[in-house]
Nanobody
C-alpha cells in the first residue's frame, strides 16, 4: 500500500483544515488507517484512526470534538477534518495503514505516508 498525505498548510488559531490520505496499490479493506502527528522535538503521537471494514472510530483525547476521521470507499481515501485548530496542533501529520489491528502504537502500522505540515499561528 502506498499512501499520499496532503492538505496541510498555515492557518490561524480557530481555523479548519482537511487532510487527505489517498491509498494506492491495493484497497484499504482489512486495514486500520490512522493519522499520527509529530511536533518539533517530540515523539510521533496518535491522533485518530478508523477500521476500513467497519464503523469503529478512535480519537486521541485532545482532538475529540474537534477532529473527525472519515473515509471515501470509492476513492480509497481517508480524511481528517480538523476544526478549531490550536497552536499546539502544529506538527507534521502522517497517515498510516496497519493490517494487525492498528491502535495508538506506531509499531502496529506497516505503511506510512510522507507527512504533511500543519502550522497553526496564534
Amino acid at each position: 500500500v502506498q499512501l499520499q498525505a496532503s492538505g496541510g498548510g498555515l492557518v490561524q488559531d480557530g481555523d479548519s483544515l482537511r487532510l487527505s490520505c489517498a491509498g494506492s496499490g491495493r484497497s484499504f479493506s482489512g486495514y486500520v488507517v490512522g493519522w499520527f502527528r509529530q511536533a518539533p522535538g517530540k515523539e510521533r503521537e496518535f491522533v485518530a484512526a478508523l477500521r476500513w471494514s467497519g464503523t469503529s472510530l478512535y480519537y486521541e483525547d485532545s482532538v475529540k470534538g474537534r477532529f473527525t476521521i472519515s473515509r471515501d470507499n470509492a476513492e480509497n481515501t481517508v480524511y481528517l477534518q480538523m476544526n478549531d485548530l490550536r497552536p499546539d496542533d502544529t506538527a507534521v501529520y502522517y497517515c498510516a495503514a496497519g493490517g494487525s489491528g492498528g491502535g495508538i502504537w506506531t509499531t502496529k502500522y506497516e505503511y506510512w505516508g510522507q507527512g504533511t505540515l500543519v502550522t497553526v499561528s496564534s
